[in-house]
C-alpha cells in the first residue's frame, strides 16, 4: 500500500516489527517440546491425522465435520505458541484474547476509527475449551493434541446447546458449525458454515506447517445451504450477494488551489476498461487504514479484506479510480483490494477467512468486468509496473512471497496447473507452497534470517549453480548494488502463476529470459518449481535489434487534442533484444486522462491507436509496442515428444 507516513512512525514500526519477529522466532522452539516424537518414524507425519480421529471419537463429533472446521480455521497448520492477530491459537484457531497480543503499529491519532460491522469481541474460548478437557489453558496454545481435543469439546458442547443430538450425520451440524465462526453477522456466520460444509464435499490433502500429511475424504453427499440474502447493506456496496460488506467512504474533495484527493472520478468501464485487479497487504492495522483512506491528503483503495473474519469494506465505487498502485496508468484500469496484515507475519495475518472472502470478492468482480483469472491480470502490488524509471526504487513489495498464490487462485476457480508439457519453451513458475521454503532475511532486522516458512517465490541466478550470484535489476537498484535475499527484495525473483519464455535448460536447472538476459532457476524433476505452460510471446521484429520497454501505454502524440496535457513518453532502463522473448497475455490501446485539477465529472479519456502488449518482463509486468514485436504462438501439446516450438506470426 502507498502512502506517506511520517519518520517517527517509520521508526515504531521498525521497532515494532524488530520485536515482533524476535518472538515468533523465539516460539519457533516450542514445537520440539510440545510435541514429542513418535514410537514409528513412519507414523510421525500422521499424528495430525490421529488427533483428528482420536478426539471426534471422544466427544462424539463427525470426524469431517472437525476436520472441517480446522481447516477453515488455519488450515489445519499449528504454528505452536504463536497467535494470529485475532488471538487465535493452533489448528483449531482456539481464541485466547487475554494472553494474545497482535503485532502491527499503532493507529493514526488523529481521529478515531469508525466502528467495525459484524465483529463480536472474540470470546474466551481457548479457556473454555481448556476447562472442557480438563486442562492448563496454556497447554491448548502449544499441544496441538490439546488444542483438536478442545475444538471437539466446544463443537459438542455447542450442538448440545442448541438442543441437537451428537448425530453421525454432518448435515445435523449445520447450526454448530455457523457459532463456531465467533461472529455476530448472520451473512458472515452462514458463508463460514457454508465454506465448511464445501470443503468436507469437496475433500482436501494438505502438508501442514509441522509436516503433518492430513487428509479430509471427500463427501459428495454433504453439501452447503442454499445461499442466502444478504442483510441490508449501504446501496453504494458492489459485493457478492453472500459476502458480508460495508461501506466506509473515501473523500473526493478539493484541498487547495492546487491539490485535490483521494481518488478520481470516472465512468468505467464505459470510458476505460477495468483490465486488472490488484492484491495489496496494508502493512498497517485496519483501524489506521480506516483513518488513512477518509484522510483526503492520503492514498485510496476500493476495498479493505479484515484479517479475523474476512468482513469486506467498500471505499470507492468500481466506477472511480482509487489512488493505490504507484501508477496512475494502473489505477485507472483496475480496481485496489488491500488485505490487513504485514507480508513479514502471514502466520498471524494472512487467514483462511481473509483468502476466502478475498477470493469470492475478486471473483465476483472479475466475472463482472470480465477480467481473466490469469496472474497478468490478478496480480499483487509487487508486480505492478513502475510507470517512469525514476520511480522503480519507490514501487512497493506487498504481499510479498508469503502470499499463497496457488492457493488462492484454487479459491478463484482457475487452478494454476501446467498447460503443456515438460520441455514446452514456456514456463509457469509453480513450487510446492507448503514444502518450498527459500532463505529469506530481514524478518527480524537488515541481515538477520527470517524463520523457515512455505514460499510462492522463486530465487534466480545468473548461472545454473546454488553459488552463482543473484540476478541484478539496475532500475531497482541503479546505485549498482546487489541483489539480496532480503524478504522485500524483488530482484531477483519470479512469483507463483508468473509464465515466462525459456531460455536455456541445464540438468536440474532452467533459465528464462528476464530483465533483458537469462536468469536461472533450480527446476528438479523430482520437486519442480516451475511446469510447462502455453500461450503467447513476444520476440522483436526481425531487423530490430532492441526495442524500448515501458511502464505504462500511452497514447501517442498525435492522438492528444490541443490543450490536453500530454504525458511524455518514459522507456525503462532496461532492453528488449532480438532473439529474447516474452509472455504477454494481454493487448491494450494507449489511454491517458487529464488529472491536473478537481472536477465535478469524469474527465475525458484520450484513446490512442497505438496498441502495446502486457508482457511478463521481471517479477513486475511492463509494456512494449505491438508494431516492435512479433508474436510467438505455443500451443497446449508444446513440450511433448515430437513437437516442435512455435514460430513467430507476423
Partial sequence: MRRRVAPRVLIAVREHRLTACVAASAALLIPALAFPPTDTEEAADQRLQHDFASAADEFHVPRSVLMGVSYLQSRWDSHPGVPSVSGGYGPMHLVDADAARAPGPPAKPHEAAPAQ????????????????????AKRLRTDTTANVRGGAALLATTQRQLGKPLSDNPAD???AVAHFAGTSDADSAAAYANDVFSVIHKGAHRTTDAAQNVTLPADPKVRPHTARPAGTRPKEVECPPEL???????????????????????????DEKIEYIVIHDTEASLKSMFQTVQDPTEASWHYSVRSSDGHVTQHVRTKDTAWHSGSQYVNAHSIGVEHEGFLTQPDAWYTERMYRS??????YLAKKYHVPLDRQHIFGHDNVPSPTASSIPDMHEDPGPYWDWRHYFDLLGAP?????????????????YPTYKPRYTGCKGDGLPCPPHGSSAVRLHTEPREDAPLIQDPGRRPDGEDSTEDVSDLGSRVSTGQTYAVAGRSGDWTAIWYLGRKAWFKNPKKHPTAVGASGRMVTPKEGL?????????????DAYPDGFPEQTESP????????QRYVTQSLVNGTDVDRSSFVETPGPVVTGREQYYEIQFGHRLAYVRASDVDVVSVPASAGAPGHAAGTPRR
Fill in 244 to 270: 458480508s460488506c460495508s461501506w466506509l467512504s473515501a473523500p473526493y474533495e478539493q484541498i487547495d488551489d492546487d491539490r485535490y484527493g483521494n481518488h478520481d472520478l470516472a465512468d468505467r468501464p464505459w
Fill in 416 to 432: 494454476l496447473r501446467a498447460t503443456a508439457g515438460p520441455d514446452s519453451p514456456m514456463v509457469m513458475v509453480l513450487p510446492d
Fill in 173 to 175: 451440524w449445520w447450526e
Fill in 545 to 557: 535489434n532492441e526495442i524500448p520497454v515501458f511502464g505504462r501505454a500511452l497514447p501517442e502524440e
Fill in 358 to 363: 478475498s477470493a469470492r470478492l475478486v471473483r
Fill in 572 to 579: 525503462l532502463p532496461y532492453s528488449l533484444l532480438a532473439g
Fill in 117 to 136: 460491522p459484524g465483529r463480536a469481541q472474540p470470546p474466551a474460548e481457548l479457556r473454555r475449551a481448556a476447562d472442557l478437557i480438563g486442562v492448563p
